[in-house]
Each structure stands twice: as C-alpha cells, then as structure tokens.
C-alpha cells in the first residue's frame, strides 16, 4: 500500500493541531473551528487591513484595563496607537477620552473653539498655538 499520507496521519484518525480534537477526515490539520482562523484564512489581509478591522482585531486580542494607561484616574474607552498601525499589540494602549485627545493634539483644537461661539485667535484664551486659563 503506496498511499501518500498528509499532515499528521499516524495510523488512526489525526488530531487538531490547536485543540487536540479528533478529527473525522485523515486529511486535515484542524477541525473546523481553527480551520480558517487569522492567518489561514483566505481573505486574510495582515498588515494592509483596513482601520476599522485592525482596531476590532486588537479590541478582542488586547485586554482593557480598569483606568486609563496614562491618568490612572477614570475607565479607558478609546483603543489608541503609538503611531505605527500594525498587528503588533506593543503599539496600542487604552486611554480616556481627554488623554487620547491630548495626545493626538486634537485638544488645543478643541479648547480654541469653546469659548462662547468664538473661533481660534478670536478667543481670547487661545494665544500662540496654547491654552491659557
């Protein structure tokens, strides 16, 4: 008998490779559940994935702490990165609201159009490019 054996096949039927579980077909690798997981699957994009899909991928893989990661005073509801967009869970971390705005810079922009409906240098808090109380 000259047959030409796949994956794990040892005699009896083979196991996942993930789980362990016996699987009904002596040519496959994983069952079902782990067949067509991250990198196995076709349509799998890795780092060329677009934003909304990267932050649900890391959302899943990348556990939220009990405060932010840079006031440690109130829950984190933003996912945000360190710059370099990748899969690479380094570069993420959980911030509050005001954290994640202070640190995209997006709060100078904010803070200069609060005051009382005026816009920018009009407001008389917003001078050289700073918040002034």
Same mark, same amino acid.
């Given at each position: ?18 789980? $362990?579980? &016996? ?6 690798? +994983?069952? *079902?559940? !782990? =067949?067509?997981?991250?990198? #196995? $699957?076709? &349509? ?6 677009? +934003?909304? *899909?990267? !932050? =649900?991928?890391?959302?899943? #893989? ?19 990165? #360190? ?51």
């Amino acid at each position: 008998m000259n047959k030409k054996l796949h994956g794990n096949w040892r005699g009896g039927l083979p196991h996942c490779l993930d789980c $362990n579980k &016996q699987l009904s077909d002596y040519r496959a690798n +994983y069952c *079902q559940k !782990h =067949a067509y997981l991250a990198e #196995r $699957n076709p &349509q799998w994009k890795g780092d060329k994935v677009q +934003y909304t *899909q990267l !932050h =649900a991928w890391v959302k899943v #893989r990348f556990p939220k702490p009990e405060l932010c990661e840079n006031c440690k005073q109130v829950p984190p509801y933003d996912l945000a990165n #360190r710059g370099i967009y990748n899969r690479d869970l380094i570069n993420w971390k959980w911030l509050c609201r005001k954290c994640h705005m202070v640190e995209d810079q997006r709060m100078i922009g904010f803070l200069s159009y609060t005051n009382a409906g005026k816009r920018g240098i009009e407001n008389g808090n917003f001078k050289h490019g700073e918040y002034i109380k």
